[in-house]
């Protein structure tokens, strides 16, 4: 089981910044992915960002590449989402999520989810 915690987000203007924190309950060192997903009004959640927390691998959506960064602090067995430049289309609930991958197959959780709001 792994319990995780989110911080950060709130309102900002077209072409401001934020940074998004997911703390989790124990070592992301046995946890294989950490990632941020993003659900807006209407619409399906969707994969922001993702990083393999052994060796830092990063993926992200073709809507943030170059704005948002995905990193992780294994020390702090935390993982960040650095937000710069944002838009209006940004504006969702943001979600951290862990994968870990045991004897009994792959597990997902998912933090309580922060607002993140851009307006014009």
């Known amino acids: 089981q792994v319990q995780l915690v989110q911080s950060g987000g709130g309102s900002v203007q077209t072409g401001g910044s934020l940074r998004l924190s997911c703390a989790a309950s124990k070592s992301i060192r046995s946890i294989k992915s950490m990632g941020w997903y993003r659900q807006a009004p209407g619409k399906q959640r969707e994969l922001v960002a993702q990083?393999?927390?052994?060796?830092?691998?990063?993926n992200y959506a073709d809507s943030v590449k170059g704005r948002f960064i995905i990193s992780r602090d294994n020390a702090k067995d935390t993982a960040y989402l650095q937000m710069d430049s944002l838009k209006p289309e940004d504006t969702a609930v943001y979600y951290c999520?862990?994968?870990?991958?045991?004897?009994?197959?792959?597990?997902?959780?998912w933090g309580q989810g922060t607002q993140v709001t851009v307006s014009s």
């Open positions: 999520n862990a994968a870990e991958v045991s004897w009994s197959g792959v597990h997902t959780y």
């Open positions: 990083i393999i927390t052994n060796d830092g691998t990063t």
